[in-house]
């Protein structure tokens, strides 16, 4: 079998290590027991998360041992990394519940059976710690002039960095302390921006019990112009299906920028890097082909492969002619509304297509909005009953985004 550490490699995961030469010579010769951190800042994983899933996937796979840790504890301070301001601080019972919805989205992707892999929450040491003893035995360990070269610091420190974030960096390198001890951990993973935590945690094991330690960080899941991928006009991408159902997010992905397809074929599947590169090469529409497999790959993983066929199917609907719109976004509306009449504003609104009356003005002011592929030619247009085909309204924003509206 070949080393996990050239597969990631290879891939394009890999962005830095603490020792590159050692990690890979573990990862040949040892099962080794591994950890990735996940704040519960939302009820949702969201897909900058997914990239480290899928590293503690292709790790698993290889014979090692992830620990998923849910940050109960260091969420309640909360990361400055990455961050221009300060992280709001969210309620016990908020963090509970997001944690609990964490577990179940790991649950899908990593099999935590017969001890193959460990999901523990850092609220069972950071929560009962003492300050004082903490402080005489961790804090001691760490340098404060070291800590403000961190680039997380360096950022914040002209707008204002608050002691309880200051925090973090210590808290997190305890994590790893207390893994190293508890279960043998001793290599952490994270995104690029975890760097400096990563260091922080690898060095205090190594100060306080004269071992090694070691640390790997991945690409953040960024466009060729290195901008964040995974938003849309709602906000995140997330896997939660309630919040970004699978037809919008099958589109996100079907809709990647050409340079990003191949990419994103290495980081988001599991298809061989022989058939990514050759789909990552084609060119002019043949791309589309390539975006089409990236969208359904990445669908199937994270939804189901059902999901994956009806949201393709839809898009072909719309796009090119063929498949069956049944699963289009489908939204309902009282029938009283097209008796009487509703304004198109009104309408956009009620469908989720638009935030405002502001933003539906301009997208009507630029022939941005259709009704059955019919320009919608005024802000104050009528929608009635006698607009409905097959008993539904077919309303499109751009060139894109669709829907399917029907009567109550």
Not at 388 to 399: C, F, M, S, V, Y
Request: aromatic share 8%; with cysteine.
């Amino acid at each position: 079998m070949r080393n996990v550490y050239d597969i990631l490699n290879e891939r394009g995961y890999i962005e830095q290590a603490t020792h590159e030469d050692e990690i890979r010579e573990i990862l040949e010769k040892e099962q080794v027991t591994f950890y990735i951190g996940f704040d519960p800042t939302a009820d949702s994983l969201h897909v900058g998360h997914f990239i480290q899933v899928m590293v503690m996937m292709h790790m698993q796979q290889a014979g090692h041992r992830p620990i998923a840790l849910i940050g109960g504890g260091t969420g309640m301070v909360g990361d400055p990394s990455g961050k221009s301001d300060m992280r709001k601080i969210m309620t016990p019972e908020t963090i509970r519940s997001n944690s609990e919805s964490f577990k179940a989205q790991f649950s899908k992707f990593i099999d935590f059976s017969e001890g193959k892999a460990l999901m523990l929450n850092n609220a069972e040491w950071l929560m009962p710690l003492n300050y004082i003893d903490f402080l005489r035995e961790i804090g001691r360990h760490f340098s404060v002039n070291r800590m403000l070269t961190a680039e997380c610091f360096k950022q914040r420190l002209e707008k204002g960095l608050s002691f309880l974030e200051f925090n973090y960096m210590i808290m997190q390198g305890y994590d790893f302390l207390e893994l190293y001890r508890r279960h043998g951990c001793k290599l952490q993973l994270g995104g690029n921006d975890q760097w400096s935590n990563i260091i922080a945690g690898a060095d205090l094991i190594r100060r306080v019990e004269a071992q090694p330690a070691y640390g790997l960080t991945f690409s953040l899941l960024t466009t060729s112009e290195g901008k964040k991928m995974g938003k849309t006009e709602k906000g995140a991408l997330w896997l939660d299906r309630t919040k970004t159902p699978p037809y919008e997010f099958y589109q996100y992905w079907r809709n990647v920028a050409d340079p990003d397809v191949e990419k994103c074929l290495a980081l988001l599947t599991f298809l061989p890097m022989d058939e990514v590169r050759r789909l990552g090469s084609l060119e002019g529409q043949e791309i589309n082909k390539a975006k089409e497999v990236l969208a359904f790959e990445v669908t199937k993983l994270i939804h189901s492969e059902k999901d994956a066929v009806d949201a393709r199917d839809a898009a072909r609907a719309l796009f090119e002619g063929g498949g069956t719109k049944d699963n289009i976004p489908t939204v309902s509306i009282p029938s009283k509304m097209l008796e009487e009449g509703v304004d198109i504003i009104t309408l956009l609104k009620e469908t989720g297509l638009i935030k405002s009356n502001g933003e539906g003005r301009r997208l009507i002011g630029q022939n941005g909005i259709y009704v059955h592929d019919e320009v919608v030619p005024a802000f104050d247009h009528l929608v009635t009953k006698n607009d409905l085909k097959d008993g539904a309204l077919l309303i499109r924003k751009g060139k894109k985004t669709y829907r399917n509206v029907i009567v109550e």
